[in-house]
């Protein structure tokens, strides 16, 4: 006889199925309906529309410049254009990527299709011409971005100011003053 192996009593036994000897009707009531409501908001939820983002790489590519990340790049650092840093990349929202490829001209020449970056520059920004002064403050702090001779101060970080004298003075959050010097029409017609 063999040791290991198990005495006839002590088998299990499956116990046998019953109930499914006739069809029965499946109910079609109110929770059934609350169920499939709540199944379709779930699907609902996750197609909801998803933020999309560009990598700076692939923006600079979209743009028609010789030198597009660099720019890029300056507008972030000055806070012109937000934009989130991730491991690798920073990474600007759908919606400032949008506004920033309708501003270039692609089909236009070079002047021309600068023409639309200074208008959106100026939607964003308060215009001035550059100083010397104030280019060395934008520099060191990173707090604003010259390009062609002007001065690009953004509207989330300075605010206008006019002092007792009459004179405009541009305000930074961290109390850097750049004195407003009256900028060429075209210019101050585009920032306004």
Same mark, same amino acid.
């Given at each position: ?7 006839a ?28 409501v709540?199944?379709?908001?779930a699907?609902a939820?996750d197609r ?26 300056e507008?972030? @650092? #000055? $806070?012109?254009?937000? *934009?989130? &840093?991730?491991?690798?990349? %920073? ?6 990527a949008?506004g +920033?490829?309708a501003?270039?001209?692609? @089909? #236009? $020449?070079?002047?021309? *299709?600068? &023409?639309?970056?200074?208008? %959106?520059?100026g939607e964003?920004?308060y215009v001035t011409? +550059? ?14 971005f010259?390009?062609r ?11 206008q100011?006019?002092d007792?004298?009459g ?11 750049v004195?407003?010097?009256e900028?060429?029409?075209?210019v ?5």
């Amino acid at each position: 006889m063999d040791s290991y192996a198990a005495p006839a009593s002590a088998a299990l036994v499956q116990p046998v199925l019953t109930g499914f000897d006739a069809v029965h009707a499946v109910e079609r009531g109110a929770e059934a309906e609350r169920l499939a409501v709540a199944s379709r908001r779930a699907v609902a939820a996750d197609r909801r529309a998803r933020r999309r983002y560009w990598s700076v790489r692939d923006l600079s590519r979209r743009l028609w410049l010789g030198r597009g990340y660099e720019l890029l790049r300056e507008l972030i @650092r #000055a $806070g012109i254009l937000p *934009a989130t &840093r991730s491991a690798r990349s %920073w990474w600007v929202d759908d919606e400032d990527a949008a506004g +920033l490829v309708a501003a270039f001209e692609d @089909r #236009a $020449g070079k002047v021309r *299709a600068f &023409r639309g970056l200074e208008r %959106w520059l100026g939607e964003r920004c308060y215009v001035t011409p +550059l100083t010397p002064e104030a280019e060395t403050l934008t520099r060191l702090t990173h707090s604003g971005f010259a390009w062609r001779g002007m001065l690009y101060l953004p509207r989330a970080a300075w605010t206008q100011e006019v002092d007792a004298s009459g004179a405009t003075q541009l305000r930074h959050r961290s109390g850097a003053v750049v004195e407003a010097a009256e900028a060429h029409d075209s210019v101050m017609a585009l920032a306004a």
